[in-house]
DNA sequence: AGGGCTTTGTCCTGTAACTGGAAAAAGTGG
DNA sequence: CCACTTTTTCCAGTTACAGGACAAAGCCCT
């Protein structure tokens, strides 16, 4: 019963809070610096979240030389549920007011089963979270799916992959039965705050984040704030054309990316290469499981398989022509590169930056790292706790 | 010496300056509808305002009912130069403070014969647009140059149509010459700019500009603020690989969308197929004038040359395929397709439409306006006015 | 132990920002 | 001339905020 009813009161507040939050316990004094508050009118603020319970003072801190100063932190009973749907797999996790992980659980799923089934599953994993002592209630969620969604609602919009989830109420839903403020986005802007807040992109305000995991996506980050577009489709890179009349894809259009490049589609093509006989290495896998992953070429790759690395190298170059353009087009200060297919490693981004580096003019590529994410998959859903933070931590 | 010396002293102020550039004359009770604030706080920073001479109370408006209110307005003196910068010719504007353009003249110049001989001439023309009474003196000066920028110092970076400008300090030579402030940006800005500000793209808040002249460039807006990236080149587009192994550009890749479709290179297959006696029509202008140029293609085509008309449908399929991939990627309200070329008008649109609408989901196209500027050559120099504008009144 | 010095936190006072109501000014229409 | 509307001004009270004085609590050196 302990839930955080408070808001902050005003900008002051929240801009206190999202210090706490991103810089951890802090004192007065360094908070001052920080903010552009007289000493006064900051112990004022203080004192109000102070009363409010939204923050905490506990214990002193060592001393710097002079009088020792009281730790400020944001309420230690404070937890934020992180959800992160993906096509064929759900996490979940617990993290305290700072956005620090607790736990975190993974189950299988498919997302095509339906909102129900699948939310069925979400709460039951929320369940084991708190029955193992890490939450006594949720203060706020994050949820994030592998679709296009209207933000403001939280509501999925068309989504290609997600059949029977078109404008199903997700946030009101789960609101209601989490117990809690709720957000919903897409899974790629939510691995983009993630490593925004913990991870490789701290510090950029301007970046983009490709997801290749099942589909593939693009977070796009301007000025620090995600970027979702007019109709919340922004970042929706799978469906670029990459060759005129090549292979079908499943939007009904010929020669995406996704239908060239992606988890499943790099799991056809093994599959195919192995039935061809064109790899040994495959082809004793597929026999083993009936059936090849993204991870199973990731392995035959690691084994020096030919083909394998060729598949990875073709697909690499194939993102790295898309992201060139992108970079051509929205010249980033980091291109960060995640989702499930980075098991691909080293291979895979060698060819993206081949790609990118010679496709794009210097300007923009001269001074543009091109790295993997790493949080792995920590990313999604410490972007759906830190989504969910930002929200509550603006003034009601 | 009248100039404005004054700036908005904070930024209540600087709202109402706004107000009063884009909604024209008001009084003070509209501008109390328009801006959150109680009427005795309006009353005094308007005040404050009148004190400066920034803004000026002449004559009554007629009643609606009750007593009649005041006309406060911009002050009528206020002037503002738009310069923008072309490959081949240079327009220079001057304005009101409602951006409204009282003198427009354009004279032909190739940019690469370097900044001060360009110079030299904008100078000229400034002075010949004063010399004509529409200005004492400029209060502020926006100078839009087809190439990257970076912005914060006004200097020219890497341009690759422009060489001898690299590194030239664009916006401090001027700003001394003008005896005015000056900024600097990239003329697709600017021209996003003018139509945000007076055509096509009022009220939209994430749009896409697409300006197609000697080169192609795009403006991208994201909020209704211009967002240049890291190092002042986003919107770069003209490099973006449309062909693998295609036309050599001059940027030293190949397959480069610029290198395939612009005013250049239309010229350039212009020439082509007259020499190769594939287009009468183009043929016999071609031995009347020489060479060839856009206008020709776009006078043949509207003569019913069929090879005219193919080469700006290719043009335009080209340009859409490029399109059509933004609009995945930036999910726009709008897209405004503007600049020289725009003289090819419907059959240019309209291939670019073909390709937008059947690459793109529809979930990014179902709602999206593809149109041409309504400002034409105007959209440069006013998005200039608005540029300098817009920092001026801002709190000092 | 005691005195100088530093850092941290609190208190207090004066000023500027701001709101909302009352009232005046200036109009319209019957 | 009166009732009513709209616009503007005036005024009094509240809140936001800065910055200085000072107290508290530590350090180090003698």
Redesign the interface.
């Known amino acids: 019963m302990r839930r955080m009813t408070a808001r902050p009161a005003n900008a002051h507040q929240a801009r206190l809070l999202r210090l706490l939050r991103d810089g951890g316990p802090n004192s007065r004094a360094q908070l001052g610096d920080q903010i552009d508050l007289s000493r006064s009118k900051l112990a004022v603020e203080v004192d109000r979240l102070l009363e409010t319970g939204l923050v905490v003072a506990d214990g002193l801190a060592a001393s710097r030389g002079g009088r020792r100063s009281h730790n400020i932190r944001l309420a230690p009973a404070l937890r934020f549920l992180g959800v992160d749907i993906g096509a064929t797999s759900i996490d979940v996790a617990v993290t305290n007011a700072e956005l620090e992980v607790l736990g975190h659980i993974n189950q299988p799923m498919d997302v095509r089963e339906g909102p129900v089934a699948v939310f069925e599953q979400v709460l039951a994993m929320a369940a084991k979270l708190k029955a193992s002592g890490l939450a006594e209630e949720f203060d706020g969620a994050g949820i994030g799916v592998p679709g296009?969604v209207r933000f403001p609602e939280g509501v999925p919009?068309?989504p290609?992959i997600m059949p029977g989830w078109d404008g199903f109420p997700v946030r009101e839903a789960l609101s209601q039965e989490l117990g809690c403020p709720v957000l919903v986005d897409n899974d790629v802007n939510l691995m983009a705050m993630g490593e925004q807040h913990a991870g490789v992109a701290r510090s950029v305000?301007?970046f983009l984040c490709i997801k290749i995991g099942t589909g593939i996506g693009?977070g796009?980050v301007?000025g620090g704030q995600v970027?979702?577009?007019?109709?919340?489709?922004?970042?929706?890179?799978g469906?670029?054309?990459v060759e005129p009349d090549g292979r079908a894809c499943a939007?009904g259009?010929r020669g995406c990316l996704e239908a060239h490049f992606s988890g499943a589609a790099l799991a056809r093509d093994a599959e195919e290469a192995a039935q061809q006989g064109r790899s040994p290495e495959l082809a004793t896998r597929f026999e083993a499981a009936g059936r090849l992953t993204a991870a199973d070429v990731a392995a035959a790759a690691a084994a020096g398989d030919a083909t394998a690395l060729g598949l990875i190298r073709e697909g690499g170059n194939r993102t790295g022509?898309?992201i060139?353009?992108?970079v051509?087009?929205?010249?980033?200060?980091l291109v960060v590169i995640g989702g499930g297919v980075t098991g691909l490693g080293h291979t895979l981004l060698a060819a993206i930056r081949t790609q990118v580096y010679?496709?794009?003019?210097?300007?923009?590529t001269?001074?543009?790292p091109i790295v993997l994410g790493e949080l792995g998959p920590a990313a999604g859903v410490t972007g759906a706790a830190r989504l969910i933070s930002d929200h509550l931590f603006s003034p009601a």
Chains 1, 2 share one sequence.
């Open positions: 296009p919009v068309a290609p305000g301007d693009c796009i301007v970027y979702r577009g007019t109709t919340g489709s922004a970042g929706d890179i469906h670029i054309q939007c259009n022509q898309v060139a353009g992108l051509s087009f929205f010249n980033p200060g010679r496709q794009s003019l210097p300007l923009a001269g001074n543009l």
